[in-house]
């Protein structure tokens, strides 16, 4: 009777360990990078007795994350390209915008030029003519210059933007260091540490919406992050942080290094 009463005594507390697992599943379905977790059970090792092995219960093995590291990578590879597609296209609908407006815009200024050329060489004497080309030769320079203080401040905004994605992305490598010192604590004690493992994926999704990144995974627990070039970003607790610099070929312009 002892011996029936403690399998059904681990089976509630394997199954107890489903339910509660199960509980935090449905508590985190909105929760960003949570992975759903299941409980893994095995039978307990059996007793041998009377010349027979009796079984002895169940116990829980461990808590494991459902996770695919090639689709978690792959979201990672996309939510960069996304990125940069999605900043790209806001810089170019600006300029876009610019240098097509059918009324600001340039070609409305080159077609009044050319036109006006057009009327002067049909009749190179007429003193009209020749102050009207003048007068579109001068709208159209201001049309130039105007055009050219708007995408030098398009040119400040994007470098603000720059300086803006670099203080993020060091936050986020912080962050990442930080999660692998504690991923490392909780790893030499209680096992793998899923929701920490979760939230470190997470903000490495996050680090891909500023630049694109590689990881590694050494085998202790931790991540490594490397940007697109191969420079180490994160490794193991320790980070490099980025920082602007002048571009060597245009001290007006900022680039990341």
Not at 103 to 115: C, Q
Not at 225 to 254: A, I
């Amino acid at each position: 009777m002892a011996d029936l009463l403690n399998i059904a005594l681990s089976g509630l507390r394997a199954f107890r360990s489903s339910l509660n697992t199960a509980g935090h599943n449905i508590a985190n379905v909105n929760t960003p990078g949570y992975s759903r977790q299941r409980v893994d059970l095995a039978a307990q090792q059996p007793m041998y007795m009377g010349g027979s092995f009796l079984g002895s219960g169940v116990a829980t093995v461990e808590v494991s994350r459902v996770y695919d590291q090639f689709l978690t990578g792959r979201v990672r590879e996309l939510t960069a390209t996304q990125a940069q597609e999605a900043a790209l296209h806001g810089l170019a609908s600006q300029i876009d915008g610019m240098l097509g407006d059918s009324a600001a815009g340039i070609a409305p200024a080159l077609a009044d030029f050319f036109s006006a050329l057009q009327d002067l060489a049909a009749d190179p004497a007429a003193i009209p003519a020749r102050q009207v080309v003048l007068g579109n030769a001068a709208a159209l320079a201001d049309r130039f210059g105007s055009l050219g203080a708007q995408l030098e401040s398009l040119a400040g905004i994007a470098d603000n933007q720059l300086g803006s994605a670099v203080d993020s992305a060091n936050h986020l490598a912080t962050q990442i260091a930080d999660l692998n010192r504690e991923i490392l604590i909780s790893q030499g004690t209680s096992g793998d540490a899923n929701d920490l493992l979760d939230r470190r994926d997470e903000i490495v999704r996050q680090l891909a919406q500023y630049a694109k990144v590689s990881v590694s995974e050494p085998g202790d627990g931790t991540l490594s992050v490397f940007l697109g070039n191969g420079q180490p970003l994160v490794v193991g607790t320790s980070v490099q942080q980025l920082s602007l610099v002048r571009d060597r070929f245009d001290p007006q312009r900022w680039q990341i290094g």
